[in-house]
């Protein structure tokens, strides 16, 4: 039996971007299923209004996660000085969003655009750890204020080439501030990056700001090949007591069908994905 813990899901199984109408839509469903947390990716900081947003989910009872979204032109890492400082101010309107709907954590790969890789040598790799960290610390620092929590997301291979394991991950957070700043774990990135789920869980320990779940292909948690026991178990032992959030996205949308490399249906429907996942995981933790 796994601890009880809130379960939350990704407005991103069904729209891309998430705006006030497409909120208010899909709110009250996210809610009447039974979901705890309603996580808010934020591609624009002008999507949708975090006061109004606060007062919705208040409505129905909801919590809030807020995923940042690095999408082209985002950078921390290797980019001129603009660049870095747009990057930093929009991370900081995010936590700012996130502090607004009560979120304590504002999750993702805050350092690069998704799909920018490079190679590295191992002393341009240093270099580049050392960057992101000075880039970071402000940000960190204004989240800290804030009472929030940056969730470092490692991603695969494929999305990025410069964090894709939790010891990476684990390295970079390091030198800045716990309270400030831990590790985003999404099972899907670790699936594929990851020797042993369980092991990483447990050497993230006390880093571990915020938990992305769903199946190993997007698809719902439980429809997949994953030991979700050790997995639940080893973020039981790790004292880490937040949500798990299903994340996964549509193919409706071509943006974000590309940017995902969602080509085909996941489940029957996209609600299945919610629902499904939620249902298993509530099994789960009910033993």
Same mark, same amino acid.
């Given at each position: 039996m796994a601890r009880t813990r809130p379960l939350g899901v990704n407005t991103w199984v069904w729209t891309s971007p998430l705006t006030d109408a497409?909120? #208010?839509?899909? *709110?009250p469903r996210v809610a009447g299923w039974g979901f705890d947390v309603l996580e808010l990716p934020v591609e624009d900081v002008t999507d949708w209004h975090p006061q109004q947003t606060a007062g919705v989910l208040a409505d129905l009872g909801l919590g809030a996660s807020v995923?940042?979204?690095?999408?082209?032109?985002?950078e921390l890492v290797a980019a001129d000085a603009g660049t870095i400082r747009r990057t930093q101010d929009y991370l900081r309107q995010v936590v700012d969003m996130a502090h607004a709907v009560g979120s304590r954590v504002v999750g993702g790969p805050a350092y690069a655009s998704?799909?920018?890789?490079? #190679?590295?040598? *191992?002393?341009?790799?240093?270099?580049?750890?050392a960057e992101l960290v000075d880039h970071l610390a402000p940000v960190v620092e204004h989240a800290m204020a804030a009472g929030v929590r940056i969730g470092l997301e490692p991603l695969n291979r494929y999305e990025t080439s410069l964090v894709n394991t939790v010891d990476q991950g684990l390295a970079l957070v390091a030198p800045l501030p716990s309270e400030g700043i831990g590790l985003m774990l999404d099972i899907y990135h670790m699936n594929i990056e990851e020797t042993d789920l369980a092991a990483a869980v447990t050497?993230?320990?006390d880093r571990i700001a915020h938990v992305q779940v769903c199946g190993n292909d997007r698809g719902a948690p439980g429809a997949d090949h994953l030991d979700w026991t050790a997995f639940l178990g080893a973020l039981d032992a790790s004292g880490y007591d937040g949500s798990l959030c299903i994340e996964s996205f549509t193919a409706d949308n071509a943006t974000i069908a590309t940017a995902a490399s969602i080509w085909r249906p996941l489940a029957p429907t996209q609600d299945a994905i919610a629902v499904d996942g939620l249902d298993f995981l509530r099994g789960l933790m009910r033993g």
């Open positions: 497409s909120l #208010r839509e899909i *709110a995923s940042l979204v690095m999408g082209p032109g985002r998704v799909g920018r890789t490079w #190679r590295m040598t *191992a002393g341009q790799r240093e270099a580049a750890n050497r993230a320990g």
